[in-house]
């Protein structure tokens, strides 16, 4: 099976984008020690959070699972 | 739900997660699937394969629930609709079915032989409902969730339990 190029940024853009309501106001960068940031509108943070935080963890479960298969630990934070 | 868009936008979700995520998976997504039991009759039916099936069997499935719980999320299905969308790999639900089956048989004779009530570990709401049904026909006892969030359980009791009044003692199956 040929190795793909992971991108979890935009993965987790892409999900981003189709769980708020305001797509244009979600904002995702990689940073340096791999953690993903990640902003959203004021109105979208529950959206993204999910209740007790259950859609946040899950894009925590997914990302932890990337980083299985490229070798690395990442983070993300949920910032407004 | 129009079925057809909702499983476009799953394979839009998913074909993300496999390319973005690095993820070494195949799935296959099915609209109005044969009825898998007479409890779940999913509209749509996502079952994964691959070499990362690993993946999202560790831990009791967490990847692969979160990946189904993302998809409500993404199809923005109100709970109540949650069963019309079932994700599964090497059969992993059936044998979790299959496995609380038993455990509430096992906890059903518990509550007979001790007239004690019985803690079921807390587990999600589909997994709560499995219980409830598989418990709805035995006359002699009743279920009851109870908790919030995470920690939500279902409780089985003898049928003339006076659960109000005294808390039962915490036991647990896995």
């Known amino acids: ?80 | 739900m129009d079925k057809l868009a909702a499983a476009n936008r799953i394979n839009e979700f998913l074909q993300s997660v496999v390319t973005n995520g690095g993820l070494h998976l195949k799935y296959r997504i099915v609209i109005d699937p044969p009825a898998q039991s007479d409890w779940e009759k999913p509209e749509i039916f996502v079952d994964f394969s691959g070499p990362d099936s690993t993946l999202l069997l560790d831990r009791g499935a967490e990847l692969l629930r979160a990946l189904e719980l993302l998809a409500f999320e993404i199809l923005r299905l109100p709970h109540g609709d949650h069963e019309k969308i079932s994700f599964d790999c090497k059969n992993q639900r059936s044998i979790r079915m299959q496995e609380l089956r038993m455990a509430a048989t096992v906890a059903a004779e518990k509550v007979r032989q001790t007239g004690t009530p019985f803690h079921f570990a807390p587990m999600s709401s589909r997994e709560r409902r499995i219980l409830h049904l598989a418990l709805r026909d035995q006359t002699d006892l009743r279920t009851e969730s109870d908790g919030e969030g995470f920690n939500r359980c279902v409780i089985l009791y003898p049928a003339d339990y006076k659960s109000a009044t005294t808390k039962p003692a915490r036991r647990t199956l896995p």
């Open chain 1, 1 to 80: 099976m040929p190795e793909t190029s992971p991108n979890v940024s935009l993965l987790i853009e892409q999900i981003a984008k189709w769980i708020v309501d305001e797509p244009d106001q979600v904002f995702v960068e990689h940073l340096d020690d791999d953690v993903i940031e990640l902003e959203v509108a004021e109105g979208d943070v529950g959206k993204v959070i999910g209740r007790q935080g259950r859609n946040v963890r899950a894009l925590r479960t997914l990302l932890s699972a990337a980083g299985v298969r490229a070798r690395k630990r990442y983070t993300l934070d949920v910032i407004d």
